[in-house]
């Protein structure tokens, strides 16, 4: 059974940085591009990043810079680097696979909120 364990959300001042982790098993970790995505009540869910099985990086334009995906294939662990956070960064954070063979795989998410 694939499952995916986000943690590391937290309350914290606009200005401030987090790093969210997201723990996957079930899966050949190393083999899947990996993302985050956030969402707000009322709004669909939003892409932020991802990041491919070598390394490679993608970015919502509004987090470039600010945000930085890595992975440790051997942990099977994907994070989220958040600096300079932003009210509008508040959401509901989660990990996902980005395979359609599990494209209905998500975790419970990790709540970030940030204060003005």
């Known amino acids: 059974q694939v499952q995916l364990v986000e943690s590391g959300g937290g309350l914290v001042q606009a200005g401030g940085s987090l790093r969210l982790s997201c723990v996957a098993s079930?899966?050949?970790?190393?083999?899947?591009?990996m993302a985050w995505y956030r969402q707000v009540p009322g709004r669909s869910r939003e892409f932020v990043g991802s990041?491919?099985?070598?390394?490679?990086?993608d970015y919502l334009d509004s987090v470039k810079g600010r945000f930085t995906l890595s992975r440790d294939n051997g942990k099977n662990t994907l994070y989220l680097q958040m600096n300079s956070l932003k009210p509008e960064d508040t959401g509901v954070y989660y990990c996902?696979?980005?395979?359609?063979?599990?494209?209905?795989?998500w975790g419970q998410g990790t709540q970030v909120t940030v204060s003005a």
């Open positions: 990041i491919a099985s070598w390394g490679t990086t």
């Open positions: 996902h696979i980005l395979d359609s063979t599990f494209a209905d795989v």
């Open positions: 079930g899966i050949t970790f190393s083999r899947y591009t």
